[in-house]
């Protein structure tokens, strides 16, 4: 049964890790680990397909689709075993319902070679298209794959806190030196998604300390929402939210990322909090120049001041972030903020990924090397 073939091999990779394939068919597997966390659907193909072919070793896995001559269905396997398998084990990389459902899986043609299927990561297809291909050739080698997929995945989710090294001596760190960390945190290159979910937590993170002002006595901050979540099924105004006791609406952000605030998104702001109280709504961006038609942005923004009373602000998200942490009684708190707020969030959902946390540690170490000596 194909449950007591995963089970089997997830008992083998935990107790013996070491890996039979070679170095080239070895880095083929890890290139589809790097991306595991963005591409879910790619892993459980890759793994539906190992299964089959052991199950069934006469089956050729490249035909996923009973409407192919001789082929099986990839997606009802998945469906059965496979997800619900990656759902107990490695639950951060589980598919709702199943991989097949993704479009760049659930294409009508073989995974031969050139499977036209539009993976994100051309790197990723091939290496997934290369061990379908290997596996198809020799069927031998799908326990070896299986076994080496299933080995890194057991050491990536074991990755599931990043220790994050906040020194005693930061409250000698300077605002400009906090903004240059989280500029370099937010525009690192990582070749995945979930970098725009970054200033969010940022900005999260210096609210929970400024609700402490004058300002928000009698508000709460309300908890993030998945960045994937749908406004319309979340009643979500907005990427960070605050409220009163009484859990009316009070205050909002809304962030983009490399993205410059047109008039369009004023007014569709505008269509979120309009018919709620609001004090004021931030629209703000990581793009430089931050605005494109500042005059219509200027109109849209009285025109709502008149209308609702909301006072809407439109501002670049770097000096925003300046500005809120000159209000703070203690910066130095903010990067333990920050850091806490970072681990809650990739621990609640795969927005934030562990290439994220591993970037964040790596530059408060490299911050503790190189910081000047007392």
Not at 102 to 114: A, G, K, M, V, Y
Not at 147 to 156: D, P, T
Not at 181 to 209: C, D, E, K, M
């Amino acid at each position: 049964m194909p449950v007591n073939i995963l089970e089997a091999a997830y008992q083998q990779a935990q107790s013996d890790p070491t890996v039979s394939l070679n170095p080239i068919q070895q880095e083929r597997v890890e290139e589809i680990i790097r991306s595991a966390e963005s591409l879910k659907a790619v892993i459980a193909a890759l793994m539906t397909s190992l299964v089959k072919k052991i199950h069934h070793p006469e089956q050729d896995i490249r035909l996923h689709k009973v409407e192919m001559d001789g082929g099986y269905s990839g997606r009802g396997f998945d469906t059965r075993y496979i997800t619900p398998f990656i759902r107990r084990k490695f639950s951060r990389l589980a598919m709702k319902e199943t991989g097949w459902l993704t479009r760049s899986i659930e294409q009508n043609s073989p995974f031969t070679l050139d499977f036209t299927g539009k993976i994100r990561r051309a790197e990723v297809k091939q290496a997934f298209l290369l061990i379908i291909d290997d596996i198809e050739t020799y069927p031998s080698l799908s326990s070896d794959y299986l076994h080496s997929l299933l080995v890194a995945l057991i050491a990536q989710s074991q990755i599931t806190t990043v220790s994050f090294v906040v020194t005693q001596d930061q409250g000698q760190i300077t605002i400009d030196e906090i903004v240059a960390l989280l500029r370099r945190h937010f525009f690192h290159n990582y070749q995945t998604a979930g970098a725009s979910r970054l200033p969010v937590l940022a900005l999260y993170a210096i609210y929970s300390q400024l609700m402490e002002l004058p300002r928000y006595s009698g508000k709460r901050l309300c908890p993030l929402k998945s960045h994937t979540t749908s406004d319309t099924k979340s009643r979500s105004y907005g990427d960070v939210e605050v409220e009163t006791v009484a859990g009316e609406f009070f205050e909002g952000v809304e962030v983009k990322h490399g993205i410059a605030i047109r008039p369009e998104f004023v007014l569709d702001a505008y269509a979120k909090f309009g018919e709620v109280s609001a004090s004021r709504y931030y629209l703000l961006t990581t793009a430089e120049p931050n605005v494109t038609d500042a005059e219509a942005i200027k109109t849209a923004v009285m025109q709502i001041r008149q209308e609702h009373g909301c006072e809407v602000i439109v501002n670049g998200l770097m000096p925003t972030l300046k500005y809120y942490l000159r209000l703070l009684s203690d910066t130095s708190l903010f990067l333990q903020h920050y850091s806490e707020t970072l681990q809650a969030d990739f621990a609640a959902s795969t927005d934030i990924k562990t290439v994220h946390l591993l970037r964040w540690q790596q530059l408060l170490q490299e911050r503790t090397i190189s910081k000047p000596k007392a």
